[in-house]
């Protein structure tokens, strides 16, 4: 049982991570990105390509990472956001499915359709508790998850650009008559979102590997968890996330693995029936 | 399509491994509590049903049986479940990438259980995202497979195959490669004649593949050799061929 709860809030953590950086971005734009999880597996091959192929430190590794992503982030905007900024949200949306399309194809190309396993910064042997197996890799994403947490609430909230951020969510033209960068805050919402896919991808790959179909499954479990935790509320996605982490990994074990994915679904509908704005669902809600 | 006399296999099939992999484990590594575990598609669950009747046949009861989505990257709650129902070994059928993740998160949750499946457990693509802790004392029962060769000839050829194609050669890549050779040397005798090919296959006898003969019988079947291999560290070894009886 105590394993059970281990290895799901483990998994559960990558969701939140996929889908902080799904809604950091909406909320400052209001556009599901649903090449989040294909950005999380860009973010993978990067690592992989620093730490396994030209043989760099991890750390080096994951510091290269996050700087290509979010220059990746910058350009993502430029090609698909800000060319559709003002059309109908469903045409950005599905360009966002077409740009993950292209990104899956890319690395089909370049790192080939085998998986490969990236090293986890963090070694050492597992943490034996109470008959429960933690691996150093599992207390790093639960670390990593906590700390980029507290980061994007000290942001978002403490920072100057945190709240000028929050005003460009709140009413993109407004916040522009009064002066706020709109696109330097934009640009900013797209590259950090893009950041968390990257490390999300980094924190998957040494347990599930890279494979350039990775992200499709994962995308989606983000897109599931911020909504059941109430589409736009970061606290909301983090709970959802190891909600689902939990149900997924009790499912399997006590009613079937082989329905898992359909958890995921089965949990979100249930929730939507339940609350139709999610478990703590904002106004913002209303907009997806 | 089985039974058509135009349909011809040169690799060997699963149903001879759902056969010899619970034979193996049971009269020959002695293991009687099997957990079993495969990917939840067509081939995986073909094959899981076929190893539990082949258990059956010996007497013997799985301790669990599970299985996994091709998409499934979290395979511990089945593990965990195959660990409580007091498994003393595994039987594990799937492809690389998911033996791979099978294999790693065993070793991440202490599960030690004697392990032999298909010969992706072997596999160049699985032993490289594997430590020599992980793959260590891994089984496998398929076709031959070009990395415990000593032969010259193909070691170059798999380096060859690894260089062009950027993939490791393996059993289904030394199938594809005799086949294509087969036809060819068909064709040089035959000529381009649709029905001349198929009879000759047909009656392919004693042909010299890389690392086996082929042989063709009533049901279209051209390879009947296939390996058991241990992995020791990340290398694995051939600890016998074994050939179908009356070959």
Not at chain 1, 59 to 68: D, G, H, L, P, Y
Not at chain 1, 106 to 112: F, R
Not at chain 1, 136 to 162: D, E, N, S, Y
């Amino acid at each position: 049982m105590g394993q059970l709860v281990v290895n799901g809030l483990a998994l559960g953590s990558i969701y939140a991570l996929v889908a902080l950086g799904l809604l950091l971005i909406f909320n400052t734009v209001q556009i599901v990105n649903f090449a989040q999880g294909q950005l999380l597996m860009l973010g993978a091959f990067i690592g992989i390509s620093c730490a396994v192929t030209h043989e760099l430190p991890v750390a080096m590794a994951w510091a290269i990472t996050m700087v290509a992503m979010a220059l990746v982030g910058i350009v993502f905007m430029v090609l698909v956001y800000f060319p559709l900024r003002g059309r109908p949200a469903f045409l950005v949306i599905l360009t966002t499915i077409a740009m993950g399309i292209v990104l899956e194809n890319l690395a089909l190309i370049v790192w080939g359709p085998l998986p490969v396993s990236l090293p986890s910064p963090v070694r050492g042997p597992p943490v034996h508790f109470a008959g429960v197996v933690v691996s150093m890799h599992q207390i790093f994403i639960f670390a990593t998850l906590a700390v980029i947490l507290l980061l994007q609430f000290f942001f978002l909230t403490k920072t100057r650009f945190g709240i000028l951020m929050q005003a460009t969510a709140q009413d993109l033209h407004t916040a522009r008559l009064v002066g706020i960068p709109v696109n330097r805050t934009i640009a900013v919402a797209f590259a950090f979102g893009t950041v968390l896919s990257g490390i999300a991808g980094l924190l998957v790959a040494p347990i599930f590997l890279a494979e350039p179909t990775m992200g499709g499954s994962l995308g989606l479990k983000g897109f599931v968890v911020s909504v059941i935790g109430g589409f736009g509320n970061l606290p909301g996605a983090v709970i959802g996330g190891l909600f689902l982490g939990l149900i997924e990994t009790f499912g399997a074990r006590y009613i079937s693995s082989n329905f898992r994915d359909a958890y995921a679904f089965i949990v979100m509908i249930a929730v939507l029936v339940a609350w139709p704005r999610g478990l703590f669902g904002e106004k913002s809600s209303e907009k997806v | 399509m089985q039974g058509s006399k135009w349909l011809f296999r040169t690799h060997v099939h699963d149903g001879q491994l759902a056969e010899l992999i619970p034979e193996y484990l049971v009269k020959t590594l002695g293991k009687t509590k099997p957990g079993i575990m495969a990917v939840a598609d067509d081939y995986g669950l073909g094959a899981s049903k076929g190893i539990q009747a082949a258990l059956a046949k010996l007497k013997v009861s799985p301790a669990a049986v599970a299985s996994y989505a091709p998409s499934d990257k979290d395979m511990s709650a089945q593990l965990l479940e195959i660990k409580d129902k007091g498994a003393d070994s595994l039987i594990l059928f799937g492809r690389p990438a998911d033996v791979t993740l099978v294999i790693k998160q065993m070793n991440d949750l202490g599960i030690k259980l004697t392990t032999i499946g298909n010969s992706s457990i072997v596999a160049q693509t699985t032993l490289n995202n594997l430590s020599a802790a992980e793959a260590d004392g891994g089984y496998a029962i398929g076709g031959m497979i070009p990395q415990t060769s000593t032969d010259a000839k193909i070691m170059d050829w798999s380096k060859r195959v690894q260089d062009k194609y950027k993939v490791p050669a393996d059993n289904f890549t030394v199938s594809y490669y005799d086949t294509v050779y087969l036809l060819k040397s068909i064709i040089e005798k035959v000529g381009c004649d649709k029905a001349a090919i198929r009879d000759a296959l047909a009656a392919a006898k004693d042909w010299k593949g890389m690392l086996i003969s082929y042989q063709a019988d009533g049901q279209g079947d051209l390879a009947h050799t296939l390996g058991i291999y241990r992995n020791k560290g990340k290398t694995p070894e051939l600890t016998g061929p074994i050939k179908e009886s009356g070959y």
